[in-house]
């Protein structure tokens, strides 16, 4: 089993910067990809970044300039840099681990959830 777990959400003013953080434990042998989505009220869940353990990175258009995401593969760590917030941005921001290689299998697993609210 592998448990995500993420901090640095709250509450910040229209125009500020956060930085989300995941750090992974348990029995990894490897994680392929780490990244964070983000839902809204009333809205679906939707992809913010990526980044393989070969450091590629994807990010949603929206967030592309604003958002940069890292990662610390000895640390099975993910972090997201949000710069620039708008209050479009407000939501509940999850951590991913996909593909994660344990040694009872390779299964993607999720965080429990961060609330980002950013005030105009």
């Known amino acids: 089993q592998v448990q995500l777990v993420e901090s640095g959400g709250g509450l910040v003013q229209a125009g500020g910067s956060l930085r989300l953080s995941c750090a992974a434990s348990?029995?990894?042998?490897?994680?392929?990809?780490m990244g964070w989505y983000r839902q809204a009220p009333g809205k679906q869940r939707e992809l913010v970044a990526t980044i393989t353990s070969g450091g590629s990175t994807n990010y949603a258009d929206s967030v592309k300039g604003r958002f940069t995401i890292t990662r610390l593969n000895a640390k099975n760590t993910v972090y997201l840099q949000m710069n620039s917030l708008k209050p479009e941005d407000a939501a509940v921001y999850y951590c991913n681990a996909a593909r994660a290689i344990t040694a009872t299998g390779v299964r993607d697993y999720w965080g429990q959830g961060t609330q980002v609210t950013v005030s105009s």
């Open positions: 348990g029995n990894i042998v490897s994680i392929n990809a």
